[in-house]
Structure formats: structure tokens, C-alpha cells
């Protein structure tokens, strides 16, 4: 007999021992405490015991869980629940994960929908992420990961459509040089790299969702002395990097100013963020984007990424709507 229940105040140790239990996969951080789903779940300040479902089974084992959230208001200073998202779904290995994760989806959609949501999503994707960046999926959270066959079949089964692609890419640091051409050499003539370390959050949501992270901003800015005229972000992917064996950063954004596109700048800023990434230690780098992006998908490429991974965004009508 399956029971749901809202989460408890004496879960932590048991569903860190649940996500333990998983089989080795690159997307999960192992090996999971108590301690870290405190520091990266339950202490968020929009944390709501219950959008954490936890099923029993029999003598009260946990057996699986699921955990629904909100994203943020359009100015990214307040949580809104107009859209919620199951953020992960975990099942034991020894049961049936469909058994389990029927009554798991339909408790989460269910609170999803009594608290305001039209629209609920499968898996974090950016704005949608309000848990688990660090202990799940890379660099961001890519919705359900290719790789994660099963998920993807449970949610499509279930009604989800997919509304976007993530693409997700990777590059060994070892070996990396900038690229170099008559282009980049006038822009090295013409601009300077500046780094800040730990940059202050520009939103309350980033506060919240980044606030554990260690982060380096690149600004690309003309040595003629106007205002910058690109910027990326990068974060070290920790602790999920660790389960990987290597030092990995991130690229959280990376935007140029408009009146400055089209001109090679966001391939120099880039190559030479990753040079000075490198120099510090950094062995890998992962970036995720909307398989739409064809600019995006085309720099990265021309870097010397390769893809890895995808993410597919899914999505259905709340219960009722």
C-alpha cells in the first residue's frame, strides 16, 4: 500500500538515503546528505513543506518523492505560482517506478494546481528553477535530460508536450587557446578583459537560486573608456562537478550589448574568460542553450564544444485549467 504525505521535519536523512540509493548517473550529485539537501532545498526561502511529496510504503519506508515549486514574477523580485514545475522525481530502485511515481505526479500537480498554477512543466528550466541547480542536471537545469529515458517516457505518458530543446555542451579546458584572427587581434587592440569574483546578485531570484554559488564575471570593456560592451558569468558547478572528478565551471549568461553584435566580441570574450578560467584551475567547461538559438549553438561549436546531453522542456495544462 502507497501512501503520499507532505514532507516532515524528520525526512532530510531519509530521502538523502533515497537519492543514494540511485544507480550512478552523471546528472544526480553523489553521494547526497542530509546536510546538502539543507543547504540547497530546504533552505530557500520560498520552501514549502508541502510541494515536497513523499510516498511510504509498507512499515513507513520512504520510497520515492517528488517535489513541485514555483518561478519567479516577471521583475524576478517575488515567487509567482501562475506556473509550477516538478522539479524532480526520485523512486527507489527496487520498485516500480511507475506504481510509485503515478501517485507522486498526481499529489504534485494536484498542489501545483490548488496553489494558482495554469501551467505545470516537467523538470527545472530556467526561470522554472528553484531547487536542486548544483545537485542536478550540469551547468543549468535542462528540463528532463535525454539520457533520463525513463523520466522522459513517464512524463510524455502522462500528458507533458514538449515545448523546447536544451542543447547541452562541454569542453576540456586542457589544451584551450583563444581563437586568433585578424578580427580578434584588432578587438585585443581595442578592448580589455575585466574580472570580478563573486559579483552582487543583480535579482532577488538570482540571490536566491545562486546565492551558494562561487562566481566569476567577465566584462569586455573598450580601452577608450565607455560602459562594457559584453558580459559572461560563470559559476563553479559544485558540488555536482565533484561526483564528476573533475573542476568544472559553467556559463550562467553571456550578452553583448546591441550596438556591438555581429562584430566577433562575444568568440573573444569567451575565449579569453576561458583562458583565464583555465589558468585557475579549471578543467571543463559546460554551457546549455535553447536548441533554437542557432548563434548561441554556433559560437559554442566554433570553441571547440560538443553536445553531450539534452534537456526537453514539457509541459501541460494544470489539473482543472
Known amino acids: 500500500m502507497i501512501r503520499v504525505r507532505p514532507f516532515r521535519n524528520t525526512d532530510p536523512p531519509l530521502l538523502a538515503d533515497l537519492w543514494r ?73 527496487d520498485q516500480s517506478f511507475g506504481d ?36 542536478y542536471g550540469g551547468s543549468e537545469l535542462p528540463g528532463v535530460l535525454e539520457s533520463d529515458e525513463r523520466s522522459l517516457s513517464f512524463y510524455r505518458g502522462r500528458g507533458y508536450q514538449p515545448a523546447d530543446r536544451v542543447v547541452v555542451m562541454q569542453r576540456e579546458l586542457a589544451g584551450f587557446r583563444p581563437l586568433v584572427d585578424r578580427t580578434q587581434m584588432q578587438i585585443r587592440r581595442s578592448y580589455q578583459i575585466e574580472a570580478t569574483l563573486d559579483p552582487p546578485s543583480s535579482s532577488w531570484w538570482e540571490a536566491c537560486t545562486l546565492g551558494h554559488a562561487e562566481r566569476t564575471r567577465f566584462h569586455l570593456l573598450p580601452r577608450a573608456g565607455d560602459a562594457p560592451a559584453a558580459s559572461a558569468t560563470f559559476w563553479h558547478i559544485e558540488p555536482l562537478a565533484s561526483s564528476w572528478g573533475v573542476h568544472a565551471v559553467g556559463v550562467l549568461d553571456l550578452e553583448v550589448a546591441a550596438e556591438h553584435r555581429r562584430r566577433g566580441l ?24 535553447m536548441e533554437r538559438n542557432a548563434p548561441a549553438v554556433g559560437l559554442y561549436q566554433k570553441l571547440g564544444f560538443e ?11 494544470a489539473p482543472g485549467r
Open 100 to 135: 510509485i511515481a503515478g501517485p507522486l505526479l498526481d499529489a504534485a500537480e494536484d498542489y501545483l494546481s490548488s496553489q494558482g498554477s495554469k501551467v505545470i512543466y516537467a523538470g527545472g528550466v530556467y526561470p522554472l528553477n528553484p531547487f536542486y541547480l548544483g545537485l
Open 307 to 317: 553536445q553531450v546531453d539534452a534537456g526537453v522542456v514539457l509541459r501541460k495544462s
Open 266 to 289: 562575444a568568440t573573444f570574450l569567451m575565449g579569453e574568460s576561458l583562458r583565464q578560467l583555465q589558468s585557475h584551475g579549471a578543467t571543463l567547461v559546460e554551457a546549455q542553450t
Open 21 to 93: 540509493s540511485q544507480s550512478p548517473q552523471r546528472r544526480l550529485v553523489q553521494p547526497m546528505s542530509a546536510r546538502l539537501l539543507e543547504s540547497h532545498v530546504f533552505s530557500k526561502p520560498y520552501f514549502d513543506r508541502l510541494g515536497l511529496l513523499v510516498a511510504e510504503g509498507d512499515e513507513g519506508r520512504v520510497i520515492g518523492f517528488a517535489h513541485a515549486g514555483f518561478g519567479p514574477s516577471e521583475d524576478l523580485s517575488t515567487l509567482s505560482t501562475e506556473m509550477g514545475v516538478v522539479c524532480l522525481l526520485l523512486v527507489a530502485p
